[in-house]
């Protein structure tokens, strides 16, 4: 959405524009009372012993003012963990921790002159680009060009993750739009969805070992049949019909899924993306 660019735009902006040289001096200055990391690795191992290691309640307080949470915030979620039997950090609240470890390895390794906390002109601080590792839990597969992420991306992948540089990726995208752009005209004037809805089956493919390694029973999906006439005519009306039924509601405040029969969101499409057809020209506007 619109506004969601524009705070993302401004939270760049806002990032890029900070003076770290405090927080370098901090924590260059904490290399007194353990050890210096001697790699970025070794920056990780130390970020995770220490919270591990440190009081829970001293180490999850320090993981929020490190993430800069309000402290009106702080003390409702200490509460809240006090009241759940004080959980591990990573069972009360595993995302928090993931953010907390991804922040603390950045200063360590800033501090440690691992990573450097200034960008040449006109590129984004590194502590956007390390801010990108927040997604991290909810991909299969991890794609970039950075530098800093070729580096640090691995160090926090689990096992079932891939990291995947960026220019390997747009090559095999390449190969992907030409295999598919050879095919019969009357095959791509059906749609994409019609012939691209899976990757090719040849092995050559990057994205197709990918497909193979993350969603493992794909080709047994791709040989399916298509749904029958009679049965997407009959999914069309059901649509219809909840889309002609449902009604606006005025400011509902919370509202839990198991509370409502279904959501309707509607989407516009345009017809064509580029050289692509995306819909069949017999699909009704």
Not at 1 to 12: F, G, H, S, T
Not at 33 to 58: G, M
Request: hydrophobic letters at 40%.
């Amino acid at each position: 959405m619109d506004l969601e660019r524009e705070i993302a735009k401004e939270w760049r902006k806002g990032v890029s524009g900070i003076d770290y040289s405090q927080s370098y001096n901090s924590f260059k200055g904490l290399y007194g009372s353990f050890r210096k990391p001697k790699n970025l690795e070794d920056a990780k191992y130390i970020a995770e012993t220490l919270i591990d290691l440190l009081d829970e309640e001293v180490s999850f307080r320090f993981g929020m003012t490190l993430l800069q949470v309000p402290p009106d915030a702080q003390l409702a979620a200490v509460a809240r963990w006090s009241a759940q039997s004080r959980r591990p950090l990573g069972e009360f609240a595993p995302y928090f921790r993931h953010m907390y470890l991804v922040e603390l390895f950045y200063y360590l390794a800033v501090g440690a002159d691992l990573i450097s906390r200034v960008r040449p002109a006109k590129k984004a601080a590194n502590k956007v680009d390390i801010a990108y590792l927040y997604y991290l839990p909810f991909c299969n597969v991890f794609a970039s060009s950075d530098n800093l992420h070729e580096r640090v991306v691995p160090l926090f992948l689990r096992k079932d993750q891939t990291f995947v540089k960026g220019p390997v990726l747009k090559a095999d995208l390449r190969k992907l739009d030409e295999h598919f752009d050879a095919l019969p005209e009357e095959t791509k004037a059906r749609g994409l969805h019609a012939f691209a809805s899976y990757p090719p089956p040849e092995e050559s493919f990057l994205v197709t070992r990918l497909w193979d390694q993350h969603s493992p029973n794909w080709r047994k999906e791709a040989e399916k049949p298509e749904l029958s006439a009679e049965l997407q005519t009959a999914l069309l009306e059901l649509a219809k019909r909840l889309s002609e039924r449902s009604k606006p509601i005025q400011d509902p405040g919370p509202v839990r899924t198991e509370d409502v029969q279904y959501i309707h969101m509607s989407r516009q499409v345009f017809r064509k993306k580029g050289k692509w057809t995306r819909v069949p020209p017999e699909a009704k506007p």
